[in-house]
Nanobody, 115 residues
Framework: QVQLVESGGGLVQPGGSLRLSCAAS????????MGWYRQAPGKERELVAG??????NYADSVKGRFTISRDNDKKMMSLQMNSLKPEDTAVYYC??????????WGQGTQVTVSS
């Protein structure tokens, strides 16, 4: 199966920054839909950011603070998170979906924002 592995999570103080990375075991095509989701305790999983080959979309709660990027040749996707807030605390998942195919999910990486 397709494997996606997240890394870069951890504990950070409010106002700090983290960079999450997602490594794919298979080819990332330019037509693949890539994104980051997150799930906080007791809440439903939500879309944080999505990216086509060049165009990115962000949830209102992270707009201006987070930046999503992808490198198809390196089979990687990243999420740069700045000005982190306690409400950003969640498990973050990277996703990939090929045209006509299923959504693939990584196992997630924990991000905790606390003083």
């Amino acid at each position: 199966q397709v494997q996606l592995v997240e890394s870069g999570g951890g504990l950070v103080q409010p106002g700090g920054s983290l960079r999450l990375s997602c490594a794919a075991s298979g080819t990332i095509f330019s037509t693949d839909d890539m994104g980051w989701y997150r799930q906080a305790p007791g809440k439903e999983r939500e879309l944080v950011a999505g990216i086509t080959n060049t165009i990115a979309n962000y949830a209102d709660s992270v707009k201006g603070r987070f930046t999503i990027s992808r490198d198809n040749d390196k089979k990687m996707m990243s999420l740069q998170m700045n000005s982190l807030k306690p409400e950003d605390t969640a498990v973050y998942y990277c996703t990939r979906r090929r045209i006509g195919g299923p959504m693939y999910w990584g196992q997630g990486t924990q991000v905790t924002v606390s003083s």
